[in-house]
């Protein structure tokens, strides 16, 4: 009859204990060290049709990994990427996706360009300056004239919301004569812009739409509203 439980030397099975520091990097953690070696031992079959089998069982065991991605577009796509990406782009198998390159996979961006770094007026912001651009690339109507007056306003609100205080029509012309290079000149104009009161107005329901909500209904276990103490030291 046999054994069964078979007694194993200690000494040998401490001998073929795998250390994380020995081990292969990881390409994909987020895969784990399983699905890694089967990845590897697919590189290594010799048979091409064993071999595509193969990787379209690891595709399905990776897609099981993320149930939720099933539905999203290209899912399959990027599936197939990362099993050549964790193969090292050893794997010779015929995928329905055109197959990646090392070139293409550490491909660095271009570098972005930043918008100016010392711009004058910090307060009206960059996309001022964006706006100041396209109306001077307009044609003269009313179109640009319309537009014009959007974006003194839009300064004033700005200036406003920095200050705090007040700020006249004529100190905004001049900062949108200044900022346009001369081409939006409105210093002779009877034009009149907002007034202050209602642009504070605008502000003021701007900053209180980020404010938190207080809840007034909050009661205590016993159903009664909760005690506030009052500060009796600023009354007089």
Do not use: C
């Not at 194993?8 to 784990?32: F, K, Q, S």
């Not at 010799?46 to 990787?55: H, L, P, T």
């Not at 293409?104 to 570098?111: A, D, F, G, W, Y």
Request: aromatic share 8%.
């Amino acid at each position: 009859m046999p054994e069964k439980y078979i007694k194993e030397n200690a000494n040998e099975v401490v001998h073929h204990l795998e250390y994380n520091g020995e081990r292969p990097h990881l390409i994909i953690p987020e895969y784990g060290r399983h699905l890694q070696k089967l990845i590897d031992q697919a590189t290594v079959i010799e048979d091409r049709e064993k071999r595509n089998q193969v990787a379209k069982y690891i595709i399905q065991v990776m897609g099981s990994l993320n149930p939720h991605l099933r539905d999203v577009p290209d899912f399959q796509h990027k599936l197939w990427d990362q099993i050549f990406i964790m193969s090292d782009f050893k794997l010779d198998v015929d995928s329905p996706y055109p197959i990646p390159t090392r070139d293409v996979i550490h491909l660095k961006p271009e570098r972005l360009a930043y918008p100016q770094k010392n711009p004058k007026y910090r307060f009206y912001g960059n996309n001022i300056k964006y706006m100041i651009d396209v109306a001077n690339s307009w044609e003269e109507g009313e179109m640009k004239n319309a537009l014009v007056k959007v974006i003194a306003n839009h300064m004033k609100k700005s200036y406003l919301s920095w200050n705090k205080d007040t700020v006249t029509d004529t100190v905004i012309f001049e900062h949108l004569y200044e900022l346009s290079g001369g081409k939006l000149n409105l210093l002779q104009s009877t034009e009149e812009l907002l007034t202050t009161t209602d642009l504070m107005r605008t502000n003021k329901k701007m900053s209180n739409k980020n404010m938190p909500v207080s809840n007034p209904k909050i009661k205590t276990k016993n159903g009664k509203k909760p005690f506030i103490k009052k500060n009796n030291n600023n009354q007089k």
